[in-house]
């Protein structure tokens, strides 16, 4: 296995990511769309896309984005896996032909989201929502948020999530492709890092990191479990 990592801004980097597939010594390359170039595509057989806070529709300032759009066509349509994150998930919808336009607000913080019923069903969501300690799957569970644009579920895409302020959080398309609106990979230095300067309450923001992270972490690496091909659930 062979992982291509794409960083669309340098201060978001694959974060817990990255930690699992060392951690499994998961063959990856992180190229830094901005300056570096993709030598061989067909190399990897799994896409994963991070955040960054240009928008999608700002692909004539950063041109890399289209190029991004055609790896996620290229790998969908020999059914390798994707995984999209926060921008991540915006280039798989408007690769996949869904519009991506401006949120009613930002949402920004640790905020529940919904998983769906088409959610319950997918194995790898369902590893995501189970409590790592309890074992309970839960309906609702608490995320990392950074996002002020949203986008419309792809045709023949799956809804897996939504939020009071954000109904599409998640969709998977066919069996291989993923996409989070929300941050599944971030560690607790990018949370404190990212936020230092936006207009949130810096102390609850730190009381609900130090109470969540651990287990919001082990959810994350469950998924990964699966999502990677690690284990069969």
């Not at 930690?19 to 830094?32: C, G, H, P, R, S």
């Not at 919808?93 to 519009?99: E, V, W």
């Not at 986008?151 to 895409?157: K, L, T």
Request: hydrophobic share 40%; proline share 3%.
């Amino acid at each position: 296995m062979s992982v291509l990592i794409c960083k669309n801004i340098a201060s978001e980097g694959p974060g817990t990511i990255e930690d699992f597939l060392k951690a499994k010594n998961i063959a990856y390359t992180i190229v830094e769309m901005a300056t570096g170039d993709i030598a061989n595509p067909a190399d990897y057989d799994t896409l994963v896309m991070m955040g960054g806070p240009m928008s999608v529709n700002e692909d004539d300032i950063f041109p890399y984005i289209k190029k991004e759009e055609q790896l996620v066509r290229d790998f969908i349509a020999v059914g390798k896996r994707v995984l999209g994150v926060c921008l991540g998930a915006q280039i798989m919808a408007k690769a996949l032909g869904s519009r991506v336009y401006k949120g009613a607000q930002k949402e920004i913080g640790w905020y529940d989201i919904d998983i769906t019923e088409e959610g319950l069903m997918d194995e790898r969501i369902k590893c995501l929502a189970k409590h790592p300690d309890t074992g309970d799957i839960g309906r609702n569970i608490k995320v990392f948020h950074w996002h002020g644009e949203t986008f419309d579920i792809p045709q023949g895409a799956v809804r897996l999530a939504s939020s009071a302020l954000y109904p599409n959080q998640a969709f998977r398309h066919g069996n291989n492709a993923y996409a989070f609106q929300f941050h599944i990979e971030v560690q607790k230095i990018m949370v404190y890092e990212w936020l230092k300067n936006e207009a949130v309450d810096i102390e609850k923001l730190k009381t609900e990191t130090e109470s969540l992270y651990d287990v919001y972490t082990a959810r994350a690496c469950k998924f990964y479990d699966v999502f990677f091909g690690n284990s069969s659930h």
